[in-house]
């Protein structure tokens, strides 16, 4: 088993910046990708970026230039810098994580960004 803990998020000002941050434990030498999702009230959740234990990363096209994940294998743990916020990001972000074949997911943190 795998356990995510998030944190990061909150309230921003358009045009400002949030970095959330995501810490595994439990099970996590089998870990292979981790990253980020996102669901807005009354959407489908939604992928935002991953990024794989050789470094392989994948952006949705809606924060491309914006947004920036990185991993520290070391530390388990997944980061996603988020600049140029609009209103549009305001969402839960869910951590999400692969070990073992499985999916895991964070209980979410909530971003909200102020137009």
């Known amino acids: 088993q795998v356990q995510l803990v998030e944190s990061g998020g909150g309230l921003v000002q358009a045009g400002g910046s949030l970095r959330l941050s995501c810490v595994a434990s439990g099970s996590t030498f089998r870990i292979n990708t981790m990253g980020w999702y996102r669901q807005a009230p009354g959407k489908q959740r939604e992928l935002v970026a991953v990024?794989?234990?050789?470094?392989?990363?994948n952006y949705a096209d809606y924060v491309k230039e914006r947004f920036t994940i990185s991993r520290d294998n070391a530390k388990n743990t997944v980061y996603l810098q988020m600049n140029s916020l609009n209103a549009e990001d305001t969402a839960v972000y869910f951590c999400?994580?692969?070990?073992?074949?499985?999916?895991?997911w964070g209980q979410g943190t909530q971003v909200t960004v102020s137009s």
């Open positions: 990024t794989s234990s050789g470094g392989i990363t």
């Open positions: 999400h994580v692969v070990a073992y074949s499985r999916v895991y």
